[in-house]
């Protein structure tokens, strides 16, 4: 058995490799004109990817029995003292990871066979749906960080296909573009916090002799870091390290285009920008934690980015109508939670929320895709309503997805309460502020479950229920959504998350549970609360005391107006950044064109004017008179002995 | 192993010349390309070879050969130089280059190239013959004269098949880089004058200024050696404050011409810059260090940036290859092997990739006569290979990793970062403790830059609804795909594993930054 | 009898060309004027016997004729084949040119023949009054030779321009000669350098320098006494140009070299002297051609500027100097006469000289106009051509000369640069402008003569430039002895 | 002072005198080359000149070289030249005229730029 097992951790590439040969075979299948069925290309992907769960599964198995991480390197670039190298890292976060991201995208690729079914593209989508795979896996197997950031912005990339994958609508141009800019910018971040990493342990890895930059060895590089360049630049470097994820995991400063990233189609918004691409960047902090974690300042930076994103998207979803705009903002609130948690030092909570989430936020995004798809593309929902009776399994299933998002005693409420305790231990307002961000997160999904799918249809669409083919992974999607988080939490000596997670890191294993009973009930009832004022201000049943008490929702605008205008604007973030392109960045480039093309050009012209007009000057002595061309002569040569003489007497 | 003579290899493309341009060669049209891509193919092959038996662990010039007069004396004995050939790692590699963009380029030529083909072959084939001299010279004063011959046909190429204002950028184009040359003559005259008065020999041979280090000179003769090779180099690398011909001569040029001119022309002033100014004058490079990496950087963020508000979509790729063309800078400035050897790598990057990127730019003038990106739009709507062609070089352009423009960054930026030449500098005497890892993450910002502007260009002209007036807008033909394609496989191979392509170089590199 | 001896190993060539003269001034009289073209030939044989007559003699040792006032070394053999040379090509050149002479056809070639000989008497001339009297025959003789064709009234005005300029020129040059000989009462060249070696350099000798250089100046067309060169050479007959340019300037810079060499001193304020009048002369040449509309008037300003650059290889002194001076005019003739050839065969098929009338040739002649481009390439200084090496020899010589002369170096690069503007320019013509009409198309078949010419410049112009290591070696041996003369004599 | 001495220092006349004298000379040749518009009287200005060296180098022979008298041979040279010259001067001014009936300088101004 344990040979069996070994094998498959040995080479354990082949999980990454699959979906590349997907992709090429699709590619060249489709180019070349060898086949043109869509059920061949469906088949490819889903058994490369279905091999890959099987994959994972055995790695899972193996991890139980492992003590130590399995890695595999070969040098891939390697100049003067420069050694980089890639290869892959097995260890127990890398297992879970791989079971999240093979198991998600297995469903989400069936669900798009059939959503994608009617597309002329549909080759197309999944070959990019298979380049994310393997970029997806290769970021989770990676070894090291050079190599992380390879697939990093191979994943960005793969992304900005998607997204722009209806290329010839401008909005989903757009958005692909600002997707992949912002992404940038945040590899950007990671690339500076990489190297400088590297600069100041340069000669620590020649001496301990792996890798460079591997996670295994991080720890004590990250000590020999600190003392070497002092803790303001070493806070500096962890802080650039941590741009990167804040574009990726869409936090506070770089969120804006995940909502925009809604332009691709939903499948893709279900598989990248719910469950696995955003999840990279927590998967980031969590694979460089011991250089977070040797500098306070850092811990908290991340904590308090955390929060913001959180608080600030989750009040954003409160006034959204578009169904997947209110989900996109959910990711990033639920994003900014386990970020807090991660900043807070609740390393496995932050892991366990990541995974819970995966799957009931995929499921949510399905969910709002078979609703759009069945009512012909209408996102808006003031235009949906009483969609529980045409589609009664993506309602239920709805409904699951929203009580575990809120915590109320599916996957989601075991997630959060670790966080919960997590937080309770070190930071108060941090707790608080999470408490808040729970009570409007079961608010604003409950008050898009009642929109949707409760009262009567207000649309003109006549709404179709979803074929069987999106309903299955639904479902399936459905059963670890409630299960899991229990299945996990560790109680009445069921296998525990925080143990398995942990048992890699020993050193940060200090974060102590508090036993209190009170916390989990705190945040069930506020959930709840959440819940009921949803009900009262959306439910029709309520309708009659809503006018009879005078507190609807539409004067709770009226009233709360500056509150109101602040959140329909996104917090004015977009537009800050859209003026400062407009107003700063294009004038400057504008002006460096012209500085270009006028000044340095010009200077180039001008000498070459300036040669002319003294020759022209010149030939103006040529006047034809041959009493100049006399003169000329003369006056030269009396000019000439003048000086020289001069000269001569006066050396 | 001896029929690989490098004196075979330069003059092959001259007699080709000759052969085309004689009056026995057939004047009809078909006949010249045919006869044209046969030759440039040989060429290629051959240089292959040259590849094949390089050994790349053996210190200094292999192939090595030395013509010399029937009497025996060498070829200019007065002036001390004699015709020496040599290649190493750096210059072969570049040698393989030029061949293959020839190559491509002569491919290429098929619809841009409509008047006096007779003509433009033998330009093509003298053009070669120039720049395969200047990488295979081992002589100072035959670096000159190759450097100088190279003016002439790409005159002739900008101007009789260009288009728009084509004299005035020709003629830019061979003033600025004479002028340029002119600075690199003095410099040559003064280090060898110098070496005469130490050593009593009069000689241009490269070896006894860069393997033997028996030359010790004064810092101040040094620097404006050094300077006046640099002036030379930066006005053929561009950089930034010599770059103006660049913009202009691409633009006005035809597109097989501007993938030359932006294949390897650039490339000389960088491989000048490693042979004369890193070899010979390695101290005085130490001391001007801070100038260059911060020229470097200038390079970069200030080509970006202007890119970015360019109309014209040859203007902006012309700037690209400007900010491209500054990781070298930034490379070089950063003497050591990772730098050094990240800036050869980039320069072989940037030409493949910027011969990409000006093969689309033809392919889209060829249909649309036109190069202002708001007048073209959604191109990429009834022609997706021309798209993903397109897309692939331009995030080859971008530094996408896995594609060879990512390994050549990633290898400047490590090494110039894990540098330690100079921590800070003083500008008139004040120093300012700016050192060259902060220098090297400014320059780091280049990489937004670039993603915006190409991008941006990337999605106005090929995405979006298409413009009604292009809808005949007719996908790649067979020609444009053997270019694009060949590009693209080089661009995908040396990016999945550049190991291949700095085993070449990497040796020469390591043994050149021994002597230093 | 000592007269037969001195003839037969010194003054052999001379003797040969006084012959000839004599010879074509009778048959022109003799024959009628419908068979003048007989005189080219025979002036022809002349100028062959005398170039193989100069082979006989051995310039290994150097030997003195006419009462020292007249050597013949190596140095004057070197010369005087340029100057034949020269010659030869001009006479090739006036074949087709002579239909527009008018009636008197003959005298040109006597004319030609007797500026020859005092040419090549300059060259060897050892005694002020030789060197004078050499001067004047070359300049009176090409004074009637550049107002020639009398009808026309451009090339009356530029004989009277160019015999007033030049008669100024040579009177001052003798009031130079006057103060010199006043100081060391000799006239004989080596004497002379014997008592000034030891004289103190005072403001009498500089003055005197300076009014000598003023006539070697006007010869050489250099710096302030250059006002006159565009107008003759756009005014005189086209061959008389091209040998104004070539010989009279090679020998206005061998006299030069003897006189720099020999008697002036090898002193800082002489070097200064030349280095200053070498580059206003360089950048005001250059300068001046750039905007230049007729292609006569830019060779003359091209001519001016070529001027410039042989005369830094003497401003610096050295033996190197002298022997890049030496290549530098070697090469000069081939480039110049092939470009003189060029603007004549376009004139007589033309009638034009303005540069946008050349549009277009590169088209439809493609040889002649390679031919033609390859030349201007060489006065550029573009490599593989001849003149790429000679500059570049100068160069060399001026870079060996010291670290003083750096900044002149420069300078002198950055000339070249202009001077690739002006040449480009007209090839952009050449190759860039549409084809204009061409009225006597039949020219450039039947010319064959000029077309000789071309071709052997075009080809001298290759093979200098490739195998240019012989021929250095040729004009090095002049300083070898030319250094022993001033070791010897001081 | 007897008046023999006044007559000897009136009329003794050493080498610096005839320097003077025919620098003078030889700048009024140069201001009449240069002013005169008549071309005869440049032509003549221009034996003005010539004349000028001609008193120089008889000057130098008699007070230096006294030996072999080199400096009048050298002015008879110069005499033959300068003669040669005016009549090539003549001939050309002769062909000028048969073009353009004028002498003025003013008139031959064809050949500039």
Redesign the interface.
């Known amino acids: 058995m344990e040979q069996f097992l070994e094998f498959f951790v040995e080479n354990a590439g082949a999980i990454a490799a699959l979906p590349l040969w997907a992709f090429l075979i699709i590619v060249f299948g489709q180019n070349l004109g060898v086949y043109d069925n869509k059920k061949i290309t469906a088949w490819i992907t889903c058994t490369s990817t279905f091999i890959g769960l099987i994959w994972s599964v055995c790695i899972l198995f193996w991890t139980f029995g492992a003590e130590e991480p399995f890695s595999k390197n070969i040098t891939w670039l390697s100049a003067g003292n420069i050694e980089l190298s890639a290869g892959w890292l097995i260890d127990n976060l890398a297992a879970m990871m791989l079971l999240v991201v093979t198991g998600v995208s297995l469903l989400i690729q069936v669900y798009s066979h059939g959503y994608m079914e009617k597309d002329d593209g549909y080759h197309r989508f999944f070959s990019y749906l298979n380049l994310f795979n393997f970029s997806m896996l290769g970021l989770v197997l990676s070894s090291n960080l050079f190599q992380i950031y390879i697939f990093w912005e191979l994943v960005g990339v793969s992304s900005y296909l998607l997204i722009g994958f209806w290329f010839r609508r401008p909005s989903a141009a757009h958005a692909a573009t600002k997707a992949f800019i912002i992404n940038r910018i945040g590899d950007f971040g990671l690339l500076v916090g990489i190297i400088a990493f590297l600069f100041f342990s340069i000669n620590w890895w020649a001496a301990s002799g792996n890798i460079y930059l591997g996670f295994t060895s991080l720890q004590p590089a990250a000590e020999y870091v600190l003392t070497a360049a002092g803790p303001v630049v070493y806070c500096l470097i962890a802080l650039a390290i941590f741009c990167g994820p804040i574009a990726k995991s869409a936090q506070f400063p770089l969120h804006t285009w995940l909502p925009d990233a809604m332009e691709g189609p939903t499948p893709i918004s279900a598989l990248i920008h719910a469950a696995t691409m955003v999840a990279a960047g927590v998967f980031l902090i969590a694979r460089a934690y011991p250089i977070f974690e040797a500098s306070p300042c850092v811990m908290t930076t991340i904590a308090w980015i955390g929060a913001i994103t959180a608080f600030i998207t989750a009040t954003i979803a409160i006034t959204q109508y578009d169904l997947k705009k209110t989900l996109a903002y959910s990711t990033c609130s639920q994003l900014g939670y386990m970020v807090m948690a991660m900043g807070a030092g609740a390393y496995a909570a932050g892991l366990f929320h990541l995974m819970t989430h995966a799957f009931f936020k995929a499921m949510l995004f399905l969910c709002s895709g078979a609703v759009i798809h069945g009512l012909n593309d209408q996102q808006d929902m003031r235009y949906m309503g009483g969609l529980r009776k045409h589609m009664p399994v993506v309602a239920y299933t709805y409904l699951i997805g929203c009580f575990a998002i809120s915590g109320i005693l599916l996957s989601g409420f075991w997630s959060k309460e670790e966080i919960f305790a997590g937080l309770y231990g070190n930071n108060m307002t941090l707790l608080t502020i999470g408490l808040i961000v729970a009570f409007i997160t079961s608010f604003y999904m409950f008050r898009s479950y009642f929109l949707a799918f409760e009262n009567e249809y207000r649309g003109h669409a006549h709404p179709h229920d979803a074929p069987k083919v999106m309903t299955i992974p639904l479902i399936l999607l459905a059963i670890p959504s409630v299960f899991i988080g229990f299945l996990l939490s560790g109680k009445f000596h069921l296998p525990s998350f925080d143990k398995y997670i942990l048992s890699g890191h020993e050193a940060s294993a200090h974060a102590g549970h508090h036993e209190s009973l009170m916390l989990p009930v705190v945040s069930l009832l506020i959930a709840l609360a959440g819940l009921l004022t949803a009900a009262y201000l959306y439910h029709d049943r309520f309708k009659a005391l809503r006018e009879s008490v005078k507190i609807t929702a539409d004067n709770i605008i009226k009233t709360a107006k500056p509150f109101y205008s602040l959140t329909t604007n996104l917090w004015y973030i977009d537009k800050l950044y859209y003026c400062f392109i407009d107003n700063i960045f294009l004038p400057v480039c504008e002006f460096a064109a012209n500085f270009d093309k006028f000044v340095i050009d010009g200077i180039v012209n001008f000498i070459g004017v300036k040669?002319?007009f003294?020759?022209?000057f010149?030939?103006q002595?040529?006047t034809?008179q041959?009493q100049?061309?006399?003169a000329?002569?003369?006056?030269?040569?009396v000019?000439?002995?003048l000086i020289?003489?001069a000269?001569?007497?006066f050396? | 192993m001896q029929y690989l003579s490098l004196t075979l290899l330069i003059f092959l493309p001259l007699i080709g010349a000759l052969i085309i341009w004689g009056p026995w060669f057939a004047h009809n049209e078909v006949k010249i390309r045919r006869f044209a891509k046969g030759f440039g193919g040989v060429i290629f092959i051959y240089s292959l070879f040259f590849l094949a038996f390089f050994n790349p662990a053996k210190e200094g010039f292999q192939f090595e050969q030395t013509l010399t007069?029937p009497g025996g004396?060498?070829?200019?004995?007065?002036?001390g130089s004699n015709f020496a050939l040599g290649v190493d790692g750096i210059s072969l590699l570049l040698i393989v280059l030029t061949t293959f963009l020839v190559l491509l380029a002569l491919i290429a030529s098929k619809y841009s190239i409509t008047k006096?083909h007779k003509f433009y072959y033998s330009m093509i084939f003298l053009l070669q013959t120039a720049i395969l001299g200047v990488f295979a010279a081992k002589d100072l004063?035959l670096f000159?004269?190759?450097w100088?011959?190279e003016?002439?046909p790409m005159?002739?190429l900008i101007?009789?098949w260009g288009s728009g204002r084509k004299?005035y950028s020709?003629?830019k184009f061979?003033?600025y880089t004479?002028?340029g040359s002119?600075?690199m003559?003095?410099a040559i005259?003064?280090i060898?004058?110098y070496n005469?008065l130490q050593t009593g020999i009069?000689t241009f041979d490269l070896t006894t200024y860069t393997y033997m280090k028996a030359f010790a000179y004064p810092t101040l003769?040094g620097i404006l050696a050094f300077l006046g090779f640099f002036i030379a180099f930066a006005v053929k690398l561009p950089v930034v404050p010599f770059h103006t011909w660049l913009p202009d001569a691409h633009v006005d040029a035809p597109t097989p011409v501007s993938m030359l001119l932006a294949g390897i022309l650039l490339k000389m002033g960088g491989y000048g810059l490693i042979r004369m100014n890193l070899q010979i004058m390695p101290e005085i490079m130490q001391i001007l260090a801070p100038l260059v990496i911060i020229l470097g950087v200038i390079n970069i963020l200030y080509a970006a940036i202007v890119a970015t508000a360019q109309q014209d979509l040859k203007k902006l790729v012309a700037y690209s290859s400007v900010s491209h063309m500054g990781i070298v800078l930034l490379g070089l400035g950063a003497m050591n092997v990772a730098g050094v050897s990240g800036a050869v790598f980039q320069m072989v990057a940037h030409g493949v990739i910027s011969a990409g990127l000006f093969m689309i730019v033809g392919v889209i003038y060829l249909r649309t006569h036109t190069r202002q990106i708001p007048e073209l739009g959604g191109l990429g709507q009834n022609s997706p290979k021309i798209m993903y062609f397109a897309m692939i070089i331009a995030l080859g352009s971008l530094g996408l990793p896995l594609l060879i423009g990512f390994a050549a960054e990633t290898l400047a930026f490590y090494g110039a970062f894990t540098s330690n030449v100079f921590s800070g500098f003083s500008l008139f005497d004040v120093y300012i403790p700016v050192s060259i890892q902060i220098l090297t993450a400014i320059a780091i910002i280049g990489v937004i830059f670039t993603a915006v502007y190409i991008l941006w260009m990337f999605q106005r002209v090929f995405w979006g609804n298409i413009f009604h007036k292009w809808r005949k807008f007719h996908d790649a033909s067979p020609h444009e795909m053997v270019v694009l394609i060949s590009l693209i496989l080089v661009i995908v191979v040396f990016g999945l594993n550049p190991t291949g392509m700095t085993d070449i170089f990497g040796p020469t590199v390591s043994s050149l930054m021994k002597l230093i | 009898m000592e007269l037969i001896t001195q003839i037969k190993d010194v003054l052999l060539p001379e003797s040969v060309m006084v012959l000839f003269i004599l010879l074509t001034a009778i048959l022109s009289f003799l024959l009628g004027s419908q068979k003048q073209n007989f005189i080219f030939y025979v002036s022809l044989t002349g100028v062959a016997l005398a170039l193989v007559s100069l082979s006989f003699a051995d310039y290994t040792v150097e030997k003195q004729a006419l009462w020292g006032s007249y050597v013949s070394d190596y140095f004057t053999f070197v010369f005087r084949i340029i100057i034949l040379v020269g010659t030869a090509f001009t006479l090739f050149l006036t074949k087709d040119y002579v239909e527009n002479f008018g009636r008197s056809k003959a005298e040109f070639y006597f004319l030609l023949l007797t500026a020859s000989l005092g040419g090549m008497l300059l060259c060897g001339a050892n005694d002020?009054?030789m060197v004078?009297?050499a001067l004047?025959t070359l300049s009176?003789a090409s004074?009637?030779l550049c107002?020639y064709t009398?009808?026309d009234?451009?090339s009356?005005?530029?004989?009277?321009?160019y015999?007033?300029?030049g008669?100024?020129?040579s009177?001052?040059m003798?009031?130079g000669?006057?103060?010199i000989?006043?100081i060391t009462?000799?006239?004989n060249l080596g004497a002379i350098a014997g008592l000034l070696s030891t004289y103190e350099?005072?403001?009498v000798l500089?003055?005197a320098f300076?009014?000598i250089l003023?006539g070697f100046g006007?010869k050489i067309s250099a710096?302030?006494?250059q006002?006159?060169a565009?107008?003759v050479y756009?005014?005189a007959p086209i061959p008389v140009a091209a040998y104004l340019s070539v010989v009279s300037k090679t020998a206005g810079f061998a006299v030069l070299i003897r006189f720099m060499t020999l008697i002036f001193p090898e002193a800082?304020?002489f070097s200064?002297?030349l280095a200053t009048?070498a580059v206003i002369t360089m950048t005001?040449g250059n300068?001046?051609?750039?905007?230049?509309q007729?292609i006569r008037?830019l060779m003359a300003y091209s001519s001016i500027a070529h001027a410039g650059y042989i005369l830094l290889g003497l401003a610096i002194l050295t033996g190197e100097g002298i022997?890049a001076m030496t290549f530098y005019l070697i090469t000069y003739l081939f480039m110049n006469f092939g470009v003189w050839a060029a603007i004549e065969l376009f004139a007589l098929a033309t009638g034009k000289d303005n540069i946008d009338d050349y549009s277009g040739l590169g088209?439809k002649y493609r040889y002649f106009s390679f031919g033609f481009v390859l030349c201007l390439?060489s006065l550029a200084g573009?490599?593989?051509t001849a003149g790429?090496?000679s500059k570049?020899?100068l160069?060399?010589a001026v870079?060996?000369a010291g670290?003083w002369y750096?900044p002149v170096?420069?300078i002198a690069?950055?000339n070249?640069?202009?001077a690739?503007?002006y040449y480009?320019r007209i090839i952009?013509v050449i190759?860039?402008k549409p084809p204009a009409e061409i009225r006597h198309e039949h020219v450039f078949k039947i010319a064959f003569p000029v077309k000789a010419v071309m071709a052997v410049c075009v080809i001298g112009v290759i093979t200098l430039g490739i195998?240019?290591?012989p021929v250095?070696?040729e004009s090095?041996v002049i300083t070898v002895k030319q250094d022993q003369k001033v070791a010897v004599s001081r | 002072m007897s008046w023999e001495e006044i007559l000897i220092k009136l009329f003794n006349v050493e080498l610096t005198h005839y320097?003077v004298l025919?620098a003078v000379l030889?700048c009024i040749?140069?201001v009449g080359?240069i002013v005169c518009r008549n071309?005869i009287r440049?032509?003549m200005s221009?034996e003005i000149?010539?004349s000028?060296?001609n008193i120089?180098?008889v000057a130098?022979a008699n007070y230096?070289?006294l030996g072999d008298l080199?400096?009048q041979?050298?002015a008879i040279?110069?005499m033959a030249?300068a003669a040669?010259?005016a009549a090539?001067?003549l001939?050309?001014?002769l062909?000028?005229y048969?073009?353009?009936p004028s002498v003025d300088t003013e008139e031959?101004k064809?050949?500039?730029?």
């Open positions: 040669t002319r003294e020759g022209w010149l030939r002595f040529q034809g041959l100049t061309y006399l000329i002569l003369f006056s030269g040569l000019g000439l002995t020289f003489v000269l001569n007497l050396m | 007069l004396k060498p070829w200019l004995e007065p002036l006096r004063f000159i004269i190759f100088e011959i003016l002439i005159y002739f101007s009789v004299e020709a003629m061979i003033l004479f002028a002119i600075f003559l003095a005259l003064a060898v004058y005469y009069f003769l | 002020l009054v004078f009297i004047e009176i004074f009637a107002g009398k009808l009234k451009l009356n005005e530029a004989a009277l321009k015999l007033t300029f008669a100024a020129a009177a001052a003798l009031y000669f006057s103060f000989y006043g009462a000799q006239t350099i005072n403001s500089i003055i300076l009014l003023a006007f710096a302030p006494f006002a006159w565009p107008d756009e005014g800082a304020i200064v002297i009048i005001a300068l001046m051609a750039m905007g230049q007729n008037r022997t088209i390439l573009i490599p593989i790429f090496f570049f020899y160069f060399k870079a060996l670290f750096m170096l420069i690069l950055i070249t640069v202009v690739l503007f480009m952009k190759y860039l195998f240019a290591t250095i070696e090095r | 320097i025919s030889f040749g140069i080359l071309v440049v032509l221009i000149l010539l000028a060296v120089n180098f130098f230096t070289d080199k400096g041979v050298f040279f110069i030249v040669a010259e090539i001067g001939a050309i001014l062909a000028l048969r073009n353009k031959f064809e050949l500039r730029g």
